[in-house]
Nanobody
Framework: QVQLVESGGGLVQPGGSLRLSCAAS????????RGWYRQAPGKERELVAS???????FYADSVTGRFTISRDDAKNTVYLRMNKLKPDDTAVYYC??????????WGRGTLVTVTS
């Protein structure tokens, strides 16, 4: 069973930057979706950014121009670069990888707190 482990979260001031990493413990065949979701207290989980085989790269309106998703297949890792962070970006960030035939992996999340 492949596990996804997120890292890179933490406490940052408004306007600061963080880079989240999501490392898979093994290779995953036929990936068709790599995404980052977030869930703020009292809110539903939302898709922040993704790379998939159908629509390419997607960003939520709230992060467009500030966040960048990328991947390193040799390292089985997905990244989320977050710039110009705002207090509204405070949330637990989750990595999700899907592959053909209903394969669906989730990480346990990493907390990002943006506060002065």
């Amino acid at each position: 069973q492949v596990q996804l482990v997120e890292s890179g979260g933490g406490l940052v001031q408004p306007g600061g930057s963080l880079r989240l990493s999501c490392a898979a413990s093994g290779s995953i065949a036929r990936i068709n979706f790599r995404g980052w979701y977030r869930q703020a207290p009292g809110k539903e989980r939302e898709l922040v950014a993704s790379i998939d085989s159908v629509r390419g790269t997607f960003y939520a309106d709230s992060v467009t121009g500030r966040f960048t998703i990328s991947r390193d297949d040799a390292k089985n890792t997905v990244y989320l670069r977050m710039n110009k962070l705002k207090p509204d970006d405070t949330a637990v960030y989750y990595c999700n990888i899907k592959a053909y035939y209903a394969v669906d992996y989730w990480g346990r999340g990493t907390l990002v707190t943006v506060t002065s």
